[in-house]
């Protein structure tokens, strides 16, 4: 019966989550706004809905800048709204600030 049980005094742990979005703020310190949009279909009318929802995401290093897409990974609460972190920069914004 050894199946995939955890050990004594541990937990598993669920694989953690991530989101591509765009940047809309980078002007706090290690603090970026990413913009992720999820689309669905409306159950009833069948019509694609977009949803836009902020989240933000520690950035250590302040890599990102505004526009660009990046990819964020969930992690422990860093503080009142942050849950998530930056894991790479998928593509940089034409525009150069």
């Known amino acids: 019966m050894a ?7 541990t937990t598993l742990r669920r694989p953690r989550q991530s ?3 765009v940047v809309t703020s980078a002007k706090m310190q290690k603090t970026i706004v990413v913009q992720v949009t999820r689309s669905f ?3 009833f009318y069948k019509r694609v809905i977009r949803v836009p929802k ?8 302040n ?12 992690t ?3 503080s ?5 972190r930056l894991a790479e920069i ?3 914004s034409a525009t150069a600030e």
Do not use: C, M, Q
Not at 54 to 61: G, I, R, T, W
């Open 76 to 78: 422990r609460p860093l």
């Open 80 to 84: 009142k709204l942050k849950r998530w």
């Open 19 to 21: 989101k591509i979005g």
């Open 3 to 9: 199946e995939n049980t955890p050990a004594a005094g």
């Open 90 to 92: 998928v593509s940089r």
């Open 54 to 61: 902020k989240f933000y995401a520690h950035d250590e290093n």
């Open 41 to 43: 279909a409306h159950p």
């Open 63 to 74: 890599e990102a800048r505004a526009g660009d897409t990046v990819r964020i990974v969930e």
